[in-house]
């Protein structure tokens, strides 16, 4: 067996590795030489500097397994690898103190002033008066994405006395008060913190999710943390938001674009640039370098992996029978954890016909990993979903009953939320995946992808049309529309396929037309 090591990992790690079997370190490969020496491999590993892409996988005949000594995956074509029978592993908890201490270091360093007094000092100018700062005891820090880092940073946090709030729509009450966090909406947070802290994944959802709106409803003097992704926060408006004196201060570790030295934000004095160093301890080298060093040599001879991010864990037998579910049961999750509003609850899964008698763990996997993609900084898959789900105390319930009128089988999710009650229903027509009932309405989407807009309204003339004349007017194109009614005048929902988003504008508008109560924006 050989395995080709193509970023830097820590000494401990590839001791290990050479002893059990044969190793060849090629750093800094470009794409063309990578995807010429790969096909010669059993298992790859790589840290963030390497792209995995869908050529360098098809490249690799002879590859078993890659691992990404980290918690990120952003770099590896997991698509393509679970196409190709290839597994792929992480790290998923080795540097989870490393980057938590790194937000703290860069909270402490915001609230002291550390790095501009330093620089200033050093060219010789002594300006105590210019650096006065703040305590972080008696604040409240915001704290957005409860998994594993976002949690060590509220540990970490409560030693300074902070006041501890967080918004994570998918962690339970009682998990965050065991962590002393009280969970409250986005907009509040926003609206009562003096630190705030990031800890998400970045998703069509959390792009540029803090933006000019959010900082208008932030206290004044504020003070930001991003050590998860580039990306989340939009950074012109950061940067308007610090000259104009909203905020106090930002910490950025992470960029859209890395490796990266030019910005806007390496510009501006008041905001704090390191080169993403939130795993960047010898600890945390050390660990995920063990970690994926093991689960390769675990692999390599036989036995299953503790870290797969795409292989579930069932018979081949049963997957080809669940595997055409699986789809809907990912979708169906996707769709309720953007319906939602407020704060989760409870979960509710029902498995209806002939899909009933199977072991649906994977099924139920699948609907946890579309409804907690979007909020969880790990990255989330068949293997680990339920993992993750308790970690954060999700409340889950699980039905089966071998009878449903009109379908073969069905797969409904009740989501209770403080917000209210999702249900979402789908199952497999033709071979495709059909969203079947939403609440109460029944309705046929074939969830092929793109953007869906559903609005809940009076079924009275008009509506439709006002709606089609703002998404005209915007030049925004619809490709597919339906309604679904109760009664003639009565409530209906409907929903528009859109090729492209619409901006929050343009929700707006709709939200305001005559008989409209609700809108959403779903992307499947």
């Not at 298992?43 to 050529?55: C, F, G, H, K, Y």
């Not at 703040?134 to 998994?147: A, D, Y």
């Not at 039905?399 to 209770?416: D, P």
Request: glycine residues 8%; hydrophobic residues 45%.
């Amino acid at each position: 067996m050989k395995v080709l090591v193509a970023d830097p990992l820590a000494p401990e790690g590839m001791e290990s590795l050479k002893a059990k079997t044969e190793v060849d370190v090629k750093l800094g490969l470009k794409p063309d030489e990578l995807i010429s020496i790969i096909g010669g491999y059993d298992a790859l590993i790589v840290r963030s500097e390497t792209q995995v892409t869908a050529d360098v996988i098809a490249a690799g005949k002879k590859l078993q397994i890659i691992a990404r000594a980290g918690v990120g995956l952003d770099n590896v074509d997991i698509t393509a690898a679970t196409e190709q029978g290839i597994m792929v592993v992480n790290a998923p908890t080795g540097n989870t103190v490393a980057a938590a201490e790194h937000t703290l270091a860069l909270m402490m360093a915001l609230a002291r002033n550390v790095p501009q007094a330093c620089s200033q000092l050093k060219a010789g100018q002594w300006n105590r008066k210019e650096f006065v700062g703040v305590e972080l005891r008696n604040k409240t820090i915001g704290i957005i994405g409860l998994g594993n880092v976002g949690s060590g940073v509220a540990a970490r946090a409560a030693g300074f006395e902070m006041r501890l709030v967080g918004y994570d729509p998918f962690a339970s009450e009682e998990y965050a008060a065991s962590l002393g966090v009280s969970l409250m909406p986005l907009e509040q947070l926003y609206k009562e913190s003096d630190f705030i802290t990031l800890h998400l994944p970045l998703t069509p959802q959390t792009k540029g999710m803090i933006g000019t709106r959010e900082f208008e409803l932030m206290k004044k003097g504020v003070r930001i943390v991003n050590c998860a992704r580039g990306g989340l926060i939009n950074d012109e408006a950061l940067i308007k938001a610090i000259e104009e004196g909203k905020v106090a201060g930002a910490a950025i570790d992470v960029f859209p674009v890395e490796p990266t030295t030019e910005g806007p934000l390496f510009k501006n004095d008041k905001i704090i640039v390191t080169p993403h160093l939130g795993a960047s301890t010898k600890e945390a080298q050390t660990n995920v370098c063990i970690d994926v060093v093991e689960q390769i040599i675990d692999v390599l001879n036989g036995k299953p992996a503790r870290y797969a991010v795409n292989v579930p864990q069932i018979s081949p037998e049963i997957l080809d029978i669940l595997r055409p579910y699986m789809g809907v049961a990912d979708v169906i999750g996707k769709l309720a954890g953007q319906m939602m509003s407020g704060q989760l609850k409870s979960l509710k899964i029902r498995y209806s016909g002939e899909i009933a008698q199977y072991d649906t763990k994977a099924l139920k996997a699948a609907i946890l990993s579309g409804l907690l993609d979007t909020v969880s900084e790990e990255h989330v898959n068949l293997v680990n979903a339920s993992v993750i789900a308790q970690q954060r105390g999700l409340k889950i319930s699980e039905q089966k009953e071998t009878e449903v009128s009109n379908y073969a089988s069905l797969i409904s999710l009740e989501v209770k939320a403080s917000g209210g009650a999702i249900d979402v229903a789908g199952t497999v027509l033709r071979d495709e995946m059909h969203i079947v009932r939403i609440n109460k309405f029944w309705l046929d989407i074939a969830p092929t992808g793109g953007y869906f807009m559903l609005t809940y309204h009076t079924d009275k003339p008009g509506v439709i049309g006002a709606v089609g004349t703002i998404t005209g007017k915007s030049n925004i194109n619809i490709s597919a529309m339906q309604v679904a009614r109760i009664t003639p005048r009565g409530e209906a929902l409907m929903i528009l396929t859109l090729d492209e988003p619409a901006a929050d504008d343009i929700i707006d508008q709709i939200r305001h037309v005559p008989g409209i109560t609700e809108v959403k924006l779903v992307k499947l």
